[in-house]
């Protein structure tokens, strides 16, 4: 096997592989699998990759608090902010209704509008977009939203709690050395998180923690594990990936971070990350394993921080 292989379900319980793209085409009312559906998710702040699918013939009412339809827990946001309609054909229409700080699209302040895919939708200080989405790409999504609102994770991050490295990882990396799989580990870092405390204060430090663990999941597959080890430290598991593959992966991840729109939770705020990278090696133990990624880690640090440092060489993204 090579690079970023598919184990069997029945081995690793995995459910989903496919790395998530966005498509543009207009989906018409009947629509096959690989055709898009329209939906509307929130990108940026306390509530990203919140989202509600929209359907033809209804409408879904964003606000603060039910009976919305899609919830955003931001005070700049009225209770019932804005209505999108979706007619019978396929066109979709934005109104305000009387909210306290207005609705924009793209920047504009508006009343009524049409939208088109890509459009991006202020409500107060809370950005939405218009996407069109695959059935596995929203199936993607809602597994994302799913595991952030599960009860046995970190509360502030919605990942994975230390437990599971204890209870879960044992088990998942006997799997993949039953079945000949690579299994490769990555330990991510936000850097100058102290800084980002110190400047803006620790409501955006929080609000920067939750905003770099939602970026990894949407980026990562439902087989992948993303585990809050401490502080701004979060590992992630890759079965079935080896270590070159890997690092195509984190480097991604760390892009998606770096371009994000920050500023939209404190003005001048900029986040980047940095990470290590170990494959697992022939019968070494668990903790070996992830100290490798520990040190990689600390060397792209060393080597001047938002950047990818694999353990096996000296080589870095």
């Not at 946001?77 to 804005?82: A, G, I, N, Y």
């Amino acid at each position: 096997m090579s690079g970023r292989d598919e184990p069997k379900p029945d081995l690793l319980e995995a459910d989903d592989f496919s790395e998530t793209t966005m498509k543009v085409i207009l989906p018409p009312r009947q629509r096959s699998k690989r055709e898009a559906v329209p939906v509307l998710r929130v990108i940026a702040g306390r509530d990203m990759l919140r989202f509600s699918r929209l359907v033809a013939g209804e409408e879904t009412v964003i606000g603060r608090e039910e009976p919305a339809d899609l919830i955003v827990s931001d005070s700049s946001v009225s209770r019932q902010h804005c209505v999108v309609r979706v007619g019978e054909d396929g066109r979709i229409s934005l109104v305000d209704m009387g909210s306290t700080n207005g609705t924009r699209v793209n920047q504009r302040a508006i009343e009524r509008v049409v939208l088109k895919t890509g459009d991006q939708i202020e409500v107060g200080t809370v950005v939405l977009r218009l996407d069109l989405l695959d059935q596995t790409e929203l199936s993607h999504l809602e597994q994302v939203q799913a595991h952030l609102e599960a009860r046995n994770r970190d509360p502030l991050t919605g990942l994975l709690t230390r437990t599971f490295l204890s209870e879960d990882l044992p088990l998942l990396a006997y799997r993949c050395d039953r079945a000949r799989l690579p299994f490769t580990c990555a330990f991510f870092d936000v850097d100058h998180f102290k800084r980002v405390n110190d400047v803006f204060g620790h409501q955006v430090g929080d609000e920067v923690l939750q905003g770099v663990a939602r970026l990894l999941m949407v980026g990562l597959r439902a087989s992948d594990s993303c585990v809050r080890y401490g502080g701004e430290e979060i590992l992630i598991f890759m079965p079935g990936t080896d270590e070159d593959a890997a690092l195509e992966v984190s480097d991604r991840l760390r892009r998606s971070i770096q371009g994000h729109d920050w500023s939209r939770t404190a003005a001048g705020l900029r986040v980047t990350t940095s990470a290590g990278v170990s494959q697992r090696k022939a019968n070494e133990s668990l903790d070996d394993w992830i100290h490798r990624a520990d040190l990689a880690l600390y060397q792209a640090k060393a080597n001047g921080r938002n950047r990818i440092q694999r353990a096996s060489a000296n080589n870095q993204r």
